[in-house]
T-cell receptor, first 113, second 110 residues
Framework: SAVISQKPSRDICQRGTSLTIQCQVD?????MFWYRQQPGQSLTLIAT?????????ESGFVIDKFPISRPNLTFSTLTVSNMSPEDSSIYLC??????????FGPGTRLLVL | QKEVEQNSGPLSVPEGAIASLNCTYS??????FFWYRQYSGKSPELIMS????GDKEDGRFTAQLNKASQYVSLLIRDSQPSDSATYLC??????????FGTGTKLQVIP
């Protein structure tokens, strides 16, 4: 499986600001995904990021709030814009593997005050 | 709306016993099924995948799938305290899109 890193690992931000989370993979992958895991809950898919095309957002998530970049096959960023305390969560990137599998990065823990 | 149901637990088992984790799903189009283990404060880790009806064994783990009943389970034999974690059931409905259950918290008591 791929080795995935995320930056930052955690951050505390003020409401109204934006944070960009980076996801780096040690090998080229076609599909990358961004998830949110709110405290005590399961994972919710925000969007799918494929290189060379616009990200595909799930219901309830919009590009203005969560813009995503995918400049190449090993890197992606997720920006959480105009943050509010409700955005406090763990944000996870994952990459697609063989036979529908996914492998997750270590996550970014975000607290919005 | 794709639903994945898991008992939230905690499921407590003594060390050395068999832990049985269950999951039902609503989407009959699901073809691939995954179990992820998530330790507190960590990201999910893929531990089992199953694609056809029946049992699949990998070490102390056995996944069981019954598509007709829309049911998938995970058995952990000889449970160890290090198995204490939340286990997420995740059916996939194609294009690597999965729906994660809310997870079952397992506690293995030494």
């Amino acid at each position: 499986s791929a080795v995935i890193s995320q930056k930052p690992s955690r951050d505390i931000c003020q409401r109204g600001t934006s944070l960009t989370i980076q996801c780096q993979v040690d090998s080229q992958v076609t599909m990358m995904f961004w998830y949110r895991q709110q405290p005590g809950q399961s994972l919710t898919l925000i969007a799918t990021a494929n290189q060379g095309s616009e990200a595909t957002y799930e219901s309830g998530f919009v590009i203005d709030k969560f813009p995503i970049s995918r400049p190449n096959l090993t890197f992606s960023t997720l920006t959480v814009s105009n943050m509010s305390p409700e955005d406090s969560s763990i944000y996870l990137c994952s990459v697609g593997g063989q036979e529908e599998t996914q492998y997750f990065g270590p996550g970014t823990r975000l607290l919005v005050l | 709306q794709k639903e994945v149901e898991q008992n939230s637990g905690p499921l407590s088992v003594p060390e050395g016993a068999i832990a049985s984790l269950n999951c039902t799903y609503s989407d009959r189009g699901s073809q691939s099924f995954f179990w992820y283990r998530q330790y507190s404060g960590k990201s999910p880790e893929l531990i089992m995948s199953i694609y056809s009806n029946g049992d699949k064994e990998d070490g102390r783990f056995t996944a069981q799938l019954n598509k007709a009943s829309q049911y998938v389970s995970l058995l952990i034999r000889d449970s160890q305290p290090s198995d204490s974690a939340t286990y997420l059931c995740a059916p996939s409905w194609g294009y690597q899109k999965v729906t994660f259950g809310t997870g079952t918290k397992l506690q293995v008591i030494p």
